[in-house]
């Protein structure tokens, strides 16, 4: 009788770690699910292929591929959307330099942002349209990154204009 109770506490104890275990096992993996999860929240990143939005129009007016090249930030054209009758491989006329005269398409737009806190500061922006170089600044905005508001400006930030591309991949 007493080896009876013996080998029923025995197997009551070993039910009973057997249970706190997994119970602390799936605790540990739930939480990590959460701490992971938070951490890919917060690494939102601006890389990736985004449809341009005119900020005059509303209108899609291409598509620019943003990438990060150590540490910086930069777009390209990959695309435009263009109405009957536009050229559908427009050149930059009117940049200087290097740029004059070269399809928009494969050119860089975006470069020389760089991350600080939430938003991406310090790079230049082209207009293909003008051939103007504009300081900028860039912010995803939506819960999930699905949107990017990039603010050329001159000077200060309160003297210029913002369009949002909505992420297209």
């Known amino acids: 009788m007493a080896a009876q109770r013996s080998a029923g506490c025995l197997a009551t104890r070993t039910t009973g770690f057997f249970y706190r275990s997994v119970t602390i096992a799936l605790e540990i993996g739930i939480l990590s699910a959460v701490i992971w999860s938070a951490a890919s929240a917060s690494e939102l990143s601006p890389v990736g292929l985004w449809k341009t939005i005119d900020d005059n129009t509303g209108k899609p007016r291409g598509l620019v591929r943003s990438k990060e ?17 536009e050229d559908p ?22 470069w020389g942002l760089k991350k600080q806190g939430d938003e991406y500061e310090g790079g230049a922006i082209l207009d293909p349209e003008s051939g103007k170089i504009y300081r900028a600044r860039m912010k995803l905005e939506g819960g999930e990154g699905e949107k990017l508001s990039v603010r050329g400006f001159i000077g200060f930030a309160l003297l210029g204009r913002t369009q949002n591309w909505v992420r297209d991949e």
Do not use: S, W
């Open 69 to 85: 090249v150590n540490g910086e930030y930069q777009g390209k054209v990959e695309k435009i959307f263009t109405a009957p009758g």
């Open 89 to 110: 491989e427009p050149k930059c006329e009117k940049c200087d330099g290097a740029r004059h005269n070269q399809p928009v398409i494969g050119m860089t737009i975006l």
